[in-house]
């Protein structure tokens, strides 16, 4: 069965930094892989989607990588700001007709 | 803008009522899905749709039960809601698996 961990469980950044966020998930045959940003008590917005052909897709100050024989993706985000702070989730397909399996996320302070 | 709506954000219900969530969206998508998310566990997947009248038990289906009548209309039916079924609950949608998951906003449910 499909697992997807994310760690750390949270994160207290200064503003400015560089910050990098993990995702690993145990079986490498994916279909595809979504990254989303939850707001307290709102829904998930996504973030970006990397198909299993593709390496990595950027949005902004985001850049998002996918290395699926080693199982693992990871969420960059450039010049952190104190907007960015919330709980970033990881998920992935495992074939085209099956749903999301989600890490529990971390959670993101972005300190002014 | 593509949209998923879900009728209620806040809902507080009495032990024993039967309770409908219902999600709307307008980008006719054939894949819907209800989540449940709570505190440590992450979100759950509780049933799916990939068609009208099409419906697939998820990890924790007990003590739901789902309606899709139209292809725009996935409604969670909490057939006689409990207090372990308080929970922020997720609607999404997807045409398919090459394409994103657009959520709704969530409705916070709270059984007393």
């Known amino acids: 069965k499909q697992e997807v961990t994310q760690i750390p469980a949270a994160l207290s950044v200064p503003e400015g930094e560089n910050l990098v966020l993990n995702c690993s998930f145990t079986d490498s045959a994916i279909y595809n892989l979504q990254w989303f940003r939850q707001d307290p008590g709102k829904g998930l917005t996504s973030l970006l989607l990397?198909?299993?052909?593709?390496r990595e897709q950027t949005s902004g100050r985001l850049n998002a990588s996918l290395d699926k024989s080693s199982g693992r993706s990871t969420l960059y985000i450039a010049a952190s700001q104190p907007g960015d702070s919330a709980t970033y989730l990881c998920?992935?397909?495992?074939?085209?007709?099956?749903?999301?399996?989600f890490g529990k996320g971390t959670r993101l302070s972005v300190i002014a | 803008d593509v949209k998923v709506t879900q009728s209620s954000r806040y809902l507080v219900k009495r032990t024993g009522e039967k309770v409908f969530l219902e999600c709307v969206q307008d980008?006719?998508?054939?894949?819907m899905f209800w989540y449940r998310q709570d505190p440590g566990l992450g979100l759950r997947l509780i049933y799916f749709s990939y068609d009208v009248k099409m419906k697939e038990k998820g990890d924790i289906p007990e003590g739901y039960s789902v309606s899709r009548e139209k292809k725009e209309r996935f409604s969670l039916i909490l057939e006689s809601a409990s207090t372990n079924q308080t929970s922020m609950y997720l609607c999404a949608s997807t045409s398919g698996g090459a394409y994103g998951y657009t959520f709704g906003s969530g409705t916070r449910l709270t059984v007393v």
């Open positions: 990397i198909q299993s052909s593709q």
């Open positions: 998920a992935v397909m495992i074939s085209g007709n099956t749903p999301l399996v």
């Open positions: 980008m006719d998508h054939e894949n």
